[in-house]
């Protein structure tokens, strides 16, 4: 999947506080404005970073996670502020993380029951390859690298690949939840959606 990438880039050595975290956000809002109308990936690069701490996460990447979830529930925006969750078609995810940093960070997201992209290696319009920190279902897990395999696929046609026993709306349903967690795009062919991994090779944190 080949889209624009935002880099959200803090000044070493901390990543902490709301206000430094809607300050980056601002400070790239030219590139990632346009996704109210596109696909575009969010990467906060840590590298370099020793600490993040949880309001800073909550006012960058897990602000875009709602943001997205909201774009996929067409929701409508009921606030006037400023940094209200927003429908917008953002993918957010990190990258550069020290392993004690993305232990913050995967537990900051395991404690809401949502997941996170580390990409591990990118290039200009595409993430290549990462590995998803914070909580993901057994049953969306098990997903993912039905996706990945693939490379995009319609839930028909994943239901016909696979030995489990569920239906083509139970595939959709779950394809379906992978999108809402920004962990697969999808675009419309006809009267299905055609779904890909966000990033091409992925797997879960080690």
């Not at 992209?117 to 039905?146: M, W």
């Not at 239906?167 to 055609?194: D, M, Q, S, V, Y």
Request: contains cysteine; charged residues 25%.
């Amino acid at each position: 999947m080949k889209f624009p990438i935002v880099v959200l880039t803090p000044r070493p050595p901390n990543a902490v506080g709301a206000t430094l975290g809607q300050d980056c956000m601002a400070a790239a809002e030219a590139g990632w404005s346009s996704a109210t109308d596109k696909d575009v990936a969010l990467l906060l690069d840590l590298t370099g970073i020793k600490a993040v701490n949880a309001s800073f996460l909550k006012a960058t990447v897990y602000w875009a996670l709602q943001c997205g979830e909201a774009e996929v529930e067409e929701r409508q925006v009921t606030s006037s502020e400023p940094w209200a969750v927003r429908p917008l078609k953002l993918y957010p995810c990190i990258t550069g993380c020290s392993r004690e940093v993305a232990d913050d960070v995967d537990e900051f997201f395991r404690g809401r029951g949502a997941p996170l992209l580390h990409v591990d290696q990118r290039d200009d319009e595409a993430l290549i390859r990462g590995r998803v920190l914070g909580g993901l279902e057994p049953a969306i897990a098990a997903t993912l690298p039905a996706l990945v395999n693939a490379g995009e696929a319609t839930a028909a046609e994943l239901a016909g690949k696979s030995r489990e026993k569920i239906t083509g709306n139970g595939w959709n349903n779950r394809l379906a939840e992978l999108h809402r967690l920004r962990l697969a795009t999808r675009r419309r062919h006809g009267k299905f959606w055609i779904y890909s991994p966000t990033a091409e090779h992925v797997t879960l944190w080690d």
